[in-house]
Structures are given as C-alpha cells and as structure tokens.
C-alpha cells in the first residue's frame, strides 16, 4: 500500500530528477525513485533513497510519483509497461513537451485511473529546492491543493494555471522560447565580438545592460498589443528594417554566420511587404500569429 503524503515516488534521475529526489530527501521525506539505468540512484541510495526493482513497484510505493523525463514519448515507454499500478496515483508531470502532449497524457493517466499533474519548472537543476524558484502547474485544482507541500518542496513557488492540462505546459514553452532564442542572440553577439578582436568578459556589461532594458519594452508594448495598436507614433517599421540590416551587414563584414540576422531582416521584409512600413515594428506580432506564406 501507498504510504504517507510524507513520502514520494521520483521516476528519471537526469540531473533534474536527482535535484527534486534530493530536496525531498532533505526534507525527510521517504523516497522512492526508479531510473532506466539503477546505477545514478547511487548516490541517493547512500542517502536514504530506496531504489525500487522495477517501475510497477516505484508506483505501487507512493501516493504521489514526480515524472522527471525527457518528453512525453519517454513518460509511456516507461508507465505503459506497468500502467496496471497507475490507479489511484498522483502523476506529477515535469517532463517538457507540448500542451497538447500534455492535455494527451493527461486523459491516457484518467483512462488507467490516475490524475496528472502537469508541470513547467522554470529554473535548472541548481534552483531545485530554492524558495525563489517557480514552476507552473495546471490540473485539477484540488489535487494540486492537497499535493502543495510537496511541490513546494521542488520550488518554493507553485503558479497553479488552471485546470486545462495543458496551461502548465504552454506557459513553460512561453518561457523557453524566450530564453533560447535570448540566449542564442547573446552567441551571435559574442561571436561578432570575438570577430572584432573582443572577448565575452569585454562585452559583457553592455550584454546585461541591453537585457535589463527588456523588462520596459515588454510592458510598454503589452498593452499596444492586446489592443491590437500598431500606430508608428514610437517606432516605424520602416526605422527597423534599416536597423536589422546594418547588423546584417555588420556581421557579413566581420565574417560570421550571418542565419540568425538573415532570418530577422526577412520577418522586417515580409512586414514592409504587407504594407505596414509606417506602422510599430510591433506589427510583426500579426504575422507571427500564423504560418509563414
């Protein structure tokens, strides 16, 4: 039988998974965890984790079972095999796919008499278990109640989203599509500097500067556009695209890939080509809201 709301099921010991089984072990709670390959739960094993044979045991043992896995296609692989021990387990799902992924999931757990979770953690391994840390949740709500302490325990911070399976998981996406197109951005800004004679350490306050400045277009262009008002009274689109083209072009001059630049100089275009040249560059929203022609 499941044992207390004190104790938890970790399946996937990545390097998220082993943080989340940590920060419950330093918590007290007793802890099962299960991995493809038994030899990472080594180290939690020396610290009291009990490594279960075979994942219908790593279910049977809790209540509450913490899915740390690389997507979606992983979670079935690895509960299909077993999912006769599903029933009446709490599947907190933090493994990263699509929200309809998830909303998919979510019903396969209903139908194998389980409840999911879904979950978005927004920091890394190292912010597991820190109060400031935050991770999305969507589902049922009184599960997420019941459950909180639990959660708490992975991040300090639980946004529960709404009762759609899927919130969870497109608020995480939201997330990642900033930080990774950010961050490649911060390369293709390195890159131009090393090419001019310059190192990361060298630009690096200007780096943090210009991302600090983010935080006041974000909310000045917000309300611009849920109103769906693009007029060029700030910012021309036109003023842009001759921008975008001088970093183009100063890329091409500096002699490195030039596929990043290209790609935003040709969302600048195809919006001067659909006519809004006097209008915000914050009209490419518009084209953004559906496939390219």
């Known amino acids: 039988m499941p044992s207390s709301r004190q104790s938890v099921t970790v399946i996937g010991l990545g390097p998220m998974g082993q943080a989340m089984a940590g920060a419950f072990l330093d918590r007290g709670y007793d802890v099962t965890v299960w991995n493809r390959t038994a030899a990472r739960a080594d180290d939690l094993v020396a610290r009291g ?3 279960a044979p075979d994942v219908e045991r790593a279910l049977a043992a809790n209540e509450l079972v913490v899915l740390s896995l690389t997507d979606y296609d ?4 690895t509960l299909a095999p077993a999912e006769a ?8 799902n933090l493994s990263s796919d699509t929200p309809e992924k998830a909303r998919g999931a979510a019903r396969w757990a209903a139908e194998r008499g389980a409840v999911q979770l879904t979950g978005g953690v927004t920091v890394p391994p190292s912010g ?3 109060a400031e840390s935050s991770t999305f949740y969507s589902g049922p709500r009184e599960v997420f109640d019941l459950h909180r302490p639990a959660l708490e325990v992975i991040t300090g911070r639980t946004d529960h989203r709404g009762e759609d399976p899927g919130l969870a998981a497109l608020f995480y996406q939201i997330g990642m599509v900033m930080f990774w197109t950010s961050m490649l951005s911060y390369w293709q800004a390195i890159a131009l500097a090393d090419a001019n004679g310059l190192t990361a350490a060298d ?4 780096a943090v500067e210009t991302a600090q400045s983010l935080p006041g277009f974000f909310s000045f262009y917000a309300e611009r556009v849920d109103a769906g008002r693009h007029t060029g009274d700030v910012d021309r689109l036109a003023m842009g695209k001759a921008s975008v083209e001088h970093v183009l072009h100063t890329h091409a001059d500096a002699g490195v890939d030039t596929a990043l630049p290209a ?5 600048f275009r195809r919006g001067m080509d659909a006519g809004h040249a006097g209008d915000s560059f914050s009209t490419l929203v518009e084209l953004l809201r559906k496939p390219a022609g």
């Open 203 to 206: 630009v690096l306050p200007h």
């Open 263 to 267: 790609a935003v100089v040709e969302l």
């Open 85 to 92: 021990a599903l029933a009446g387990r709490v599947l907190v």
């Open 128 to 130: 597991i278990g820190a």
């Open 74 to 77: 992983a979670v079935y692989a």
């Open 49 to 51: 984790a009990v490594l």
